[in-house]
């Protein structure tokens, strides 16, 4: 397909390409004089850029109705913008499950795959399952790899710009894994790899819980918590991608650590094991005095945790997501103390996306890095600095 944004190198050309490619996709079978209005060009510059991306292959010129043929004789000439000529995937690589989605270049979602991993998995048995989740998931869709523009990756861990996943104590072997250099190797197109939580953060504030608010604070609620911000609208890293690790606070205070805290017995949980978590809930909901106490204890730890986040960041919305988001409970108290605690409370609310907030904000991530070549964006939600 060549370079997305087709046609003439020139600055002016590609502007101008961006500008009418940006109201062709707004628009449903626009015709020429639609497109001059809308844009603002003149008519020769709107037809010369449309026929460049026709020849690109972004644009086809829509079909006629004949019945209005008949009536009206010959109708203007309407084009639209081919959602069609490529495709995204969005892949979440968790502790338990890889999970894929895809979508046009719309970000209308096609299809999805799971695939069940082990939490004690190795780093290329992990991988290997992220083969095969997407193949099986192209091969559904009838999409040919060559047809993939991007690709977007959220992991848990903190992760580099070029993909590298600096530290991660949820999967092991991910230290120090070059993940985006590994998929890159499965992919011809762009791979971008970003933290869990922040993917989270951007799936809700674009399909989400979090669409009306620009200043919010996902939590990803398990056994040691994480979260991704959005400020002024924009996704908050931090200076070395670190930004959210409230899961570490307690080291501050060299406190229990969350496995020791979630514990009814004094011996610590697992950290991978999801089935131990929802057997300490379980015996709490069942009225068990030491399961009870244990969920109450996470529970304070996890409004501590959220209250010094929002302290720092004041942020206008807290969305409530990962396993914790489906228990009883949890959303009240952090209402509750964070206005306790907090000069300016935020709003709290629960994740609308649940178990696919993750692989939703990865695919977010690719139509970022999509949507930036198309229409010459220079910043957007998921864009670094």
């Known amino acids: 397909m060549g370079r997305l944004t087709g046609g003439d190198p020139s600055l002016l050309r590609r502007i101008n390409s961006a500008v009418v490619l940006h109201a062709l996709r707004a628009a449903e079978a626009p015709t020429l004089t639609d497109l001059v209005t809308v844009t603002g060009l003149s008519r020769p510059t709107v037809e010369g850029v449309v026929e460049g991306l026709i020849d690109t292959g972004l644009v086809v010129e829509a079909a006629v109705d004949e019945s209005a043929t ?7 000439r309407r084009f639209r913008f081919r959602v069609e000529a490529g495709h995204l995937l969005g892949v979440e690589i968790g502790p338990h499950r890889v999970a894929a989605l895809m979508a046009d270049l719309g970000g209308r979602v096609m299809g999805s795959a799971q695939v069940e991993v082990s939490a004690t998995a190795s780093a290329d048995e992990r991988l290997e399952q992220v083969r095969v989740a997407v193949a099986d998931l192209l091969k559904r869709s009838g999409v040919a790899r060559s047809s993939l523009r991007a690709v977007g990756v959220a992991t848990p861990g903190i992760v580099e710009a070029d993909g590298t996943v600096r530290l991660s104590t949820a999967l092991p072997g991910w230290t120090g894994l070059p993940l985006g250099e590994r998929l890159r190797r499965s992919f011809r197109c762009p791979v971008l790899v970003e933290n869990d939580a922040n993917a989270a953060a951007v799936a809700e504030h674009w399909k989400g819980a979090a669409r009306q608010s620009d200043d919010v604070v996902f939590v990803l609620a398990g056994l040691s918590p994480g979260a991704g911000a959005l400020i002024g609208g924009r996704l908050h890293r931090g200076f070395g991608g670190a930004a959210g690790e409230i899961g570490a606070l307690h080291l501050l205070g060299r406190e229990a650590t969350p496995e020791e805290v ?10 991978l094991d999801e089935a131990q978590v929802a057997e300490v809930f379980a015996l709490a909901a069942r009225g068990d005095e030491r399961a009870r106490a244990a969920v109450e204890r996470y529970l304070r730890r996890l409004v501590h945790d959220v209250a010094a986040l929002v302290l720092a960041l004041d942020p206008e919305l807290v969305v409530v997501g990962g396993w914790a988001a489906g228990l009883d409970g949890v959303l009240e108290p952090l209402r509750t103390q964070l206005a306790r605690y907090c000069l300016r409370p935020p709003l709290v609310a629960q994740s609308l996306l649940g178990e696919a907030a993750v692989a939703t904000g990865a695919l977010r991530l690719a139509l970022d890095h999509v ?15």
């Open 262 to 271: 979630l514990s009814p017995t004094g011996e610590p949980l697992h950290p």
């Open 70 to 76: 008949r009536r009206q004789g010959r109708p203007a």
């Open 371 to 385: 949507e930036k070549q198309l229409f010459a964006v220079e910043s957007t939600v998921t864009a670094r600095r």
